[in-house]
Structures are given as C-alpha cells and as structure tokens.
C-alpha cells in the first residue's frame, strides 16, 4: 500500500487529527536502506500512527559538504516504505520548511555538538537539533526512533528531549549492516567497489576494538589497536577513533568501567563514513 504523501505543514496537521497514539515518528533525509526500514519496523511493532519524515536538511551541511550531491529518491523510498505501510510520510520543500529562509533563532547543542563529528562539522548538530525540534512539533510525535549509527546524534537528540523536557520518548534501533561488515548507510552508494572494500577497514577495526575490551584490555590498547588498522588500510584517512562515555562522549581513561563506546570516522575518496560499537570496560 502506498502511504499517504504529505509535502506542506497544513495538510500534515489536518491529517494527524484522525490518527491514532501513539504517534511514533522516523525522521530520515531519504535515500532508504534496511537500516531505515529497521526503525519504522520498530515503530511499526508499536502501534498507533507511524510518520516517516524525509528531508535533506540544508541547515545541517557544510559549505564544503555534500548537500546538493546528496541522493533524493523519493520515488524509491515511497516504494520500499509501501511495504511496511506507515501512514504518513511527510516530504517538505525547504519552503514549507523554513518560509522564512534559514532560522534565525537555533537550538545549541553545547559542549556535545563541538566535539569529534561536531568538530569536523562546525554547525551540523546546531541544524541537526534544530530540524529535529521542528519535525517533533510538527508531527506531535510521542516517540522518536533514531538509528545507534549516528551515535553523537542521539545522544544530542537524548540530551535536548532531557534538557528541554519535551514529552516524548527517544528509542533507539541497532545498527544494521551488510554482511562483511559495513553499517549501511545512504553514503554507502558513492563508494566504487574497490573503496567499499577500503571501508571495511572501520568495522575491522570497531571488531579490534571489541575483541581487546573482552580480554580486559584498557581503552588506550583499544584506540592503538584500531588505529593500526586504520591507518595500514589503503586509501583510508582516519579522522578519528576514540573509546567514549556513550551519553558524555567525554573519551575514557583506564578506570572507567562500565559500558563504553568505540567511534570513529573515516574518509574514503570523498566519501565520510561513521560507524560506532558498545565495549565493555573495567576488565571482563
Ligand atoms: O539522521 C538523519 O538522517 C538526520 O540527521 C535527521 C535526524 C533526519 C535530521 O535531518
């Protein structure tokens, strides 16, 4: 069954009066893969109304960054999304979106957004929150599904529902990957064959990382493990890796213990590729 398309903010409201609770929203920018599908499954399973909302979300690109390259498939995600039959997807211009251009007034993510993706991306999780902000108010949703894939952005989008009190809850859905390894992703598809091969080298070293935290080993072994991974890899430039508090992301030293979070960030050619695994910390 198709869903129903909804492109500006008056019909979206008129259409949410007869939908049922809980409202459950999946925010994407489109280009949908089974990792999208796994979060509106995880929607889906809960009842109520699901809303899928794609929008490539210029606020949150930099000059430098690839907004206008970024895939738009709406066609294809309507397709792909008629089979798990949510009941609305809402696609706004960026008009509908932003009338009066770019926001003025944006919501600040602290010391959170300047850190490792913050870092590299001056401003994106200032855009990222300050979208996500608008899609909850506009789609009144009472539950969020995010991907663990984004990790920094979750736990931004987890700090900003805690800080701001907003009533909903955050849920957040596994990574899915292909099976040698790779998260997917809508980037995924810029790779040629031989880069994908080049970007197994994140997971290789995300599994390093994992297999050291098993045998009790500290998160300075893991960061050195992963990074000789990395940086023996051809074609890869490393942008980061780090072992981290997984709502701080403050890195952690030898006597955290606990549930930790391996990140890192690489490029291949020009293609930016995250991807993020639990270790365990404090010995076995
Ligand atoms: O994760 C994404 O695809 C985007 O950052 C989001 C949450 C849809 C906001 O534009």
């Known amino acids: 069954?198709?869903?129903l398309l909804i492109r500006d903010r008056e019909a979206l409201a008129v259409a949410l009066n007869d939908l049922p609770s809980p409202r459950g929203v999946v925010m994407t920018m489109g280009a949908l893969h089974a990792g999208h599908l796994d979060l509106v499954r995880a929607a889906a399973a809960r009842g109520g109304t699901v809303i899928v909302t794609v929008f490539v979300n210029p606020l949150q690109f930099g000059p430098d960054e690839d907004f206008a390259a970024?895939?738009?498939t709406l066609d294809d995600d309507l397709r792909v999304l008629g089979e798990l039959s949510p009941a609305v997807v809402y696609a706004p211009s960026a008009a509908d979106m932003y009338p009066s251009g770019a926001p003025a007034v944006r919501l600040d993510p602290g010391d959170l957004g300047n850190v490792y993706?913050?870092?590299i991306r001056p401003g994106h999780f200032a855009g990222v929150l300050t979208v996500v902000a608008k899609l909850l108010a506009r789609t009144r949703a009472?539950?969020?599904y995010f991907g663990r894939k984004d990790a920094q952005q979750l736990a931004l989008v987890r700090q900003m529902v805690r800080d701001l009190d907003l009533p909903l809850e955050i849920v957040a859905v596994p990574i899915r990957r292909d099976p040698d390894g790779l998260a997917l992703s809508s980037r995924n598809r810029y790779l040629s064959p031989e880069q994908r091969v080049q970007a197994l080298a994140l997971p290789r070293a995300l599994d390093a990382a994992v297999a050291l935290a098993a045998d009790g080993a500290p998160p300075a072994a893991m960061r050195r493990a992963a990074l000789a991974v990395l940086t023996a890899a051809p074609r890869v430039e490393v942008d980061y890796f780090?072992?981290?508090d997984a709502t701080t992301f403050r890195r952690v030293g030898a006597r955290a213990a606990g549930e930790g979070l391996a990140i890192g960030a690489i490029r291949v050619g020009g293609t930016r590729l995250i991807d993020n695994a639990s270790v365990s910390l404090g010995g076995r």
């Open 1 to 3: 069954m198709t869903p």
């Open 70 to 72: 970024y895939p738009r």
């Open 117 to 119: 993706e913050g870092a």
């Open 142 to 144: 009472e539950v969020a």
């Open 242 to 244: 780090d072992v981290v």
